[in-house]
């Protein structure tokens, strides 16, 4: 089996070094193109396990509008994200939401909590008209 190689763009600092990797499974044979320590890091956890925060919303009762936004506390095995999707996607919550409050904690014992992103208030549900088209 022959190494495989990818070229990954870190995202750890504004400079956006394209890294490149030569590993094989889980083994990483050699990382170059990173400006700094952090890229290598990057590009180590990229392989072997990548991560993600997870944003997303959850479907209010009795706020001002019908979702709040949300995201993991931390990041998630980026293998999880569908189920946890699937487990987010069950939930509603009841106005007042504050920014911060915990939505559901450790999603699928990943020890990330799915967190408010913004205040909503309890009141009527705006609702929108369609425009007529012309």
């Known amino acids: 089996m022959s190494p495989e190689k990818k070229i990954l763009t870190c995202v750890t600092c504004p400079k956006g070094c394209e890294v490149n ?8 044979l050699s990382i170059s193109g990173n400006a700094c320590p952090q890229g290598e890091e990057y590009a180590k956890e990229e392989i072997v396990s990548p991560m993600r925060i997870l944003p997303t919303t959850v479907v209010v009762k009795g706020g001002i509008l019908p979702l709040v936004p949300v995201k993991t506390s931390k990041p998630i095995p980026r293998n999880l994200i569908l189920d946890c999707m699937k487990e987010i996607g069950k939930i509603q919550v009841n106005a007042p939401i504050k920014l911060g409050d915990i939505i559901l ?7 990330a909590d799915i967190i408010a992103t913004r205040d909503l208030p309890a009141g009527e549900s705006v609702t929108y008209k369609k425009r007529k088209s012309h």
């Open 105 to 111: 904690s450790d999603i699928l014992g990943t020890g």
């Open 21 to 28: 990797v030569e590993f094989e499974g889980e083994e990483i």
